[in-house]
Structure formats: structure tokens, C-alpha cells
């Protein structure tokens, strides 16, 4: 177990979650409808419709879209399920994207208190022990697989391309797969026995690298991750599959955030 890789890596993801403009800066989500509507940490009457999401903007409110400034009215067009783009006003970037089937603005602000006030995330210390060989399985064809999502009443699908088989603890185990960031890669997202006690309960996630020749792959448990939604109720983030609820302690990886214990007293 290389320590030191572990800990440039975990530096890494939390600098990443706590960039400016990173999940920590969201200051509110927001579902649009075809009634126009203001919030009050981003500029203009937003609301949306068959052709996308629509801003208004008012004389002295303005928003730079694609390096250019926009004013009066702007029709951002149809947006893809979980696509999306920035626009910014200010130091502030206003993310309009779509999420579930909806339309959503979701301010981010450097200055959120969640963000300016991050200290870091408790985790188990890396061990050998939870790094483990699995073998991947493919689905015949991939598999479109509904999960619900960390908002209630929102829905997310992603296609699965297979399983990946594995012990632990002397358990026969698998997860669902979802494929991840690079080609070949996958992402799986698990609760187990110590969901809700010492890591966060509704999900943690953990990127599988592409399979070997012979499809074995490594799960390297310290590196399981919490998703946005640890950390802050505008998150949408999907749910495991009713199958990726492990019967087994995984004391691994990322723990409850500190700002959730203080909020729930955990």
C-alpha cells in the first residue's frame, strides 16, 4: 500500500471539491418552469420550455455566455440530460444544466461558507487489506438502469455495460457498473454496513480503471469517494441500484463529512 500516492491523490479530490466554483460554492438549486422567476443569487427572470431555459435580464443586469456579454433576453436551447453551461456574473458562475428530465440554475459563489469554511473530509487510514482483485462480467448488451436521485421525486439512467464479481471478507459480492470518465473505465456507486454510521448513508462511489485482458480489475476500496450531495443539499446526485447494497462492513475510504455530523449530530 503506497501511502504517499494515496494521500496526493485524496489532496487532489478535495482540491478539486473545494475549487471556487466547485460543488461547495453552489449557493441553491433551483427547478425551472415555464413561470418566470427570480432568485436571489443570480441575475435576471429565468424559465424554460420545448426550447431550453430563457434568462430576462433587466437594464443594469447583464451575463457573459461563451466569452460574450449577453443582456435582455437569451434562450441558452435545448440542453442534453446532464450537459449543461456556465455563465458567469461576477465571480459567480450561474451553471444551467439539466438534471432528471428538468431544467435547473444552480448559482456558485467563492464566498459560500461551505466552501471558505471547508477543513477537509475524515476518512479511514489507507490499508492493504481493501484493495481487492475483482473480475468484470459484461452484460450481453448494456443495460439502461434507473436509479433514484439525493433530490426526491428526480431520477437519473445510466446505461451499464456489466458487473464486476469480488470477495471480501469472505463474501461473494458484485456491483453494478456504470462506465466512467475514460474509455473503459468504469465508476460503481455502493452503500454497505457502514452507510449512515460512519460514511455517508445515502451513497459513496468508486472508480474501477479498465479491466486486463483477462478482465480482472482492481477495487481499491480506500479511494471510495463521497459524491457533492455529502456535502450539500443542492447536489442531485443519482443513488446506488437497489443491488449495489453491500451485506458487508467496507471501512474504507471517505467517512460522513464534517459538515454533515455537526448537522445531524452524528
Not at 433514484?148 to 451499464?160: D, M, N, P, Q
Amino acid at each position: 500500500m503506497d501511502e504517499q500516492l494515496w494521500a496526493e491523490w485524496h489532496a487532489e479530490h478535495e482540491r478539486t471539491l473545494a475549487d471556487p466554483h466547485g460543488f461547495l460554492a453552489v449557493t441553491s438549486l433551483n427547478f425551472l418552469t415555464a413561470t418566470p422567476q427570480r432568485f436571489p443569487d443570480a441575475p435576471g427572470e429565468w424559465s424554460t420550455g420545448p426550447a431550453g431555459p430563457v434568462v430576462t435580464l433587466t437594464p443594469g443586469e447583464s451575463l457573459t455566455v461563451d466569452g460574450a456579454e449577453v443582456t435582455g433576453r437569451h434562450e441558452f436551447g435545448v440542453l442534453p440530460e446532464r450537459g449543461g453551461l456556465n455563465a458567469t456574473a461576477g465571480e459567480a458562475i450561474i451553471e444551467v444544466a439539466k438534471r432528471g428530465g428538468f431544467d435547473i440554475v444552480r448559482p456558485r459563489h467563492p464566498g459560500n461558507a461551505l466552501r471558505t469554511e471547508f477543513r477537509g473530509t475524515p476518512t479511514y487510514e489507507p490499508t492493504s487489506k481493501w484493495q481487492l482483485t475483482g473480475r468484470y462480467v459484461p452484460f450481453d448488451t448494456p443495460r439502461d438502469i434507473t436509479v433514484g436521485a439525493a433530490v426526491e421525486g428526480l431520477e437519473h439512467v445510466y446505461e451499464s455495460p456489466g458487473v464486476v464479481e469480488f470477495e471480501a471478507q469472505g463474501t461473494p459480492l458484485s456491483l453494478t457498473l456504470f462506465n466512467g470518465r475514460t474509455p473503459g473505465s468504469f465508476f460503481a456507486l455502493f452503500t454497505d454496513e457502514t452507510s449512515g454510521v460512519t460514511t455517508y448513508a445515502a451513497n459513496r462511489s468508486l472508480a474501477i480503471p479498465a479491466p486486463a485482458p483477462d478482465g480482472t480489475v482492481t477495487l481499491d476500496f480506500n479511494r471510495a469517494t463521497n459524491l457533492p450531495c455529502a456535502y450539500t443539499d443542492f447536489a442531485t446526485c443519482p443513488l446506488p441500484p437497489t443491488e449495489n447494497k453491500l451485506p458487508i462492513a467496507i471501512e474504507a475510504g471517505e467517512k460522513i463529512p464534517y459538515e454533515r455530523q455537526a448537522h445531524s449530530g452524528a
